[in-house]
């Protein structure tokens, strides 16, 4: 299915993807919709927050180019809310009255701030305007032919705040996190485009398959077998 609402300066060729948040890669503090596109932080009555929780998605990205959007459900406040990517040894979860920016705050991860910082390897430089504003749509797009994570905010793009992440070697995911409590981030688009024929087949035979498992049983030659493992 080709994606209509896409910021026009993204170029056509998109299509639709279905990854959600992952229920088995968050953080305690963190709850998700029954179609685990909403994520709640820090929704305890009593402990309300006691750190900095995060949540990653579903799928994680090594080819291509990925655009995503998280609209916030409520104005953010506190320490810290971000969006952003990472590997999976990323940091979801930071207890003890820990009250940081984790998306970025070591190799593992990139974020931006809703106080319109962009967060790597612990160090931060202003990026943009602060948001503060209740229904603010992030976009970010992750393009790994450039290597290049780019920012946009209700359709306006931000720039490039970040490079080298073709160059990281693992699959990268999408990840939100929170310090604030009752925060509430719900993802919105998702899409993808692939330029070459190659990757545009691999990526549709992998979008019939239920598990990656069932590659092994394909009746493709085994230099295929090896290309959608990897891809």
């Known amino acids: 299915m080709q994606c209509p609402c896409l910021p026009q300066s993204i170029s056509s060729g998109f299509v639709e993807e279905h990854w959600v948040w992952d229920v088995n890669a968050k953080s305690p503090a963190v709850q998700l919709s029954p179609c685990q596109r909403a994520v709640y932080f820090h929704i305890d009555p009593i402990l309300q927050s006691e750190g900095t929780a995060g949540v990653r998605g579903t799928k994680g990205f090594v080819h291509g180019e990925h655009y995503w959007e998280v609209k ?4 953010p406040y506190g320490t810290s809310v971000m969006v952003g990517a990472g590997t999976k040894q990323a940091q979801l979860h930071l ?3 820990q009250f940081i920016n984790m998306l970025g705050m070591d190799s593992e991860s990139w974020g931006l701030s809703y106080k319109g910082t962009v967060w ?9 305007e602060p948001f503060y504003e209740k229904a603010t749509i992030i976009g970010v797009d992750l393009n790994l032919y450039d290597g290049t994570m ?9 720039g490039v705040a970040f490079t080298g992440l073709n160059k990281v070697g693992v699959p990268l995911y999408p990840i939100v996190s929170s310090t604030a409590a009752e925060t509430e981030l719900e993802l919105v688009m998702r899409s993808c485009r692939f330029l070459s024929l190659q990757e545009q087949c691999l990526y549709t035979v992998l979008q019939h398959l239920v598990d990656e498992v069932h590659i092994d049983t394909l009746p493709l030659p085994g230099f295929i077998r090896r290309q959608l493992k990897e891809f």
């Open 120 to 128: 790597h390897c612990g160090q931060s430089r202003q990026y943009t």
């Open 72 to 75: 916030f459900l409520e104005p």
């Open 150 to 158: 780019a920012f946009y905010k209700n359709g306006l793009h931000l």
């Open 95 to 97: 207890g003890n009255y």
